[in-house]
């Protein structure tokens, strides 16, 4: 079994700044896709960022140029840092592990392993 613990959500106001971590351990390969999803109340979770093991990312429309994706292989950690932060980031941030995928990825369905998510809610 994968577990996956995201931290770092927290209440903040527009244009500020957060970093999310997501840990993975078990039965965790450095060869897995790691990803971030986010879900607000009433809507799909929808992709956010993901990074392949060899270091390559991609983003969704909505976040790229203020969000970056990172990982630490030595640590088994993934990071999304966040800038720019708008209202309408506000959502559980989900941290999700499997593939690697180099084509589609956005759809939560690919990923059979997920974390416990981490709120993050930007205030105007």
């Known amino acids: 079994q994968v577990q996956l613990v995201e931290s770092g959500g927290a209440s903040v106001q527009a244009g500020g700044s957060l970093r999310l971590s997501c840990v993975a351990s078990g039965s965790f390969y450095n060869s897995y896709a790691m990803a971030w999803f986010r879900q607000s109340p009433g809507k799909e979770r929808e992709g956010v960022a993901i990074i392949n093991s060899d270091g390559s990312s991609r983003y969704t429309d909505f976040v790229k140029d203020r969000f970056i994706i990172s990982r630490d292989y030595s640590k088994n950690t993934m990071y999304l840092q966040m800038n720019s932060l708008k209202p309408e980031d506000t959502a559980m941030y989900y941290c999700?592990?499997?593939?690697?995928?180099?084509?589609?990825?956005?759809?939560?369905?690919?990923?059979?392993?997920w974390g416990q998510g981490t709120q993050v809610t930007v205030s105007s």
């Open positions: 999700a592990a499997d593939g690697p995928f180099y084509g589609t990825w956005a759809d939560p369905g690919l990923f059979a392993y």
